[in-house]
């Protein structure tokens, strides 16, 4: 039979290791939407100093506010594209934390209620009342949780969806 020290060695494993892969799932996708960022300044960058040079061989003023005009919009399309991707980004992002963090939860609050009730059980009093408001404790808390990872995921899946620029 497994020490209490033992248990709680195992419990403190699990959560580390869950710690750890949250951590590495949120370096990733910041590398992704660093990414993202650094290509979209860089063409925006190249397509201003484009933009510069044909507005500098513009005679007309017409030709000129047409050329402004051509590169707000594209200059507004690279935004909301860059936006829309980071959107999704952030979706996948929540819905792989939700599902980390709820499997967290599920196998955390089973440990720890299992942890309960060996540690009760070698008391002179096993209140079962007790246990029971422990269990119905820890799963509103995960269903809590699962409400508003459900939440969070939809609102930024409307992001993401949002109608895409003319072109």
Known sequence: MATKQDQFNELQK?????????????????????????????????????????????????????LRAHYAQATTEKMLA??????????TTQAAFGKLVGEQLTSGSHDMFDAMQKMFKGMPIADQNALGAMQTAMDTTRAAFEQMTRASTEAFQALAQQPKGRK
């Open 82 to 91: 860059c936006a829309r991707e980071i959107a999704e980004i952030t979706t």
């Open 14 to 66: 699990k959560n580390l290791e869950a710690a750890m892969r949250l951590a590495q799932l949120s370096i990733e996708n910041s590398q992704r939407i660093m990414e993202i960022q650094v290509s979209t300044a860089k063409s925006l960058f190249e397509e201003g100093v484009q933009n510069a040079k044909a507005l500098s061989s513009a005679k007309d003023p017409k030709d000129m506010m047409d």
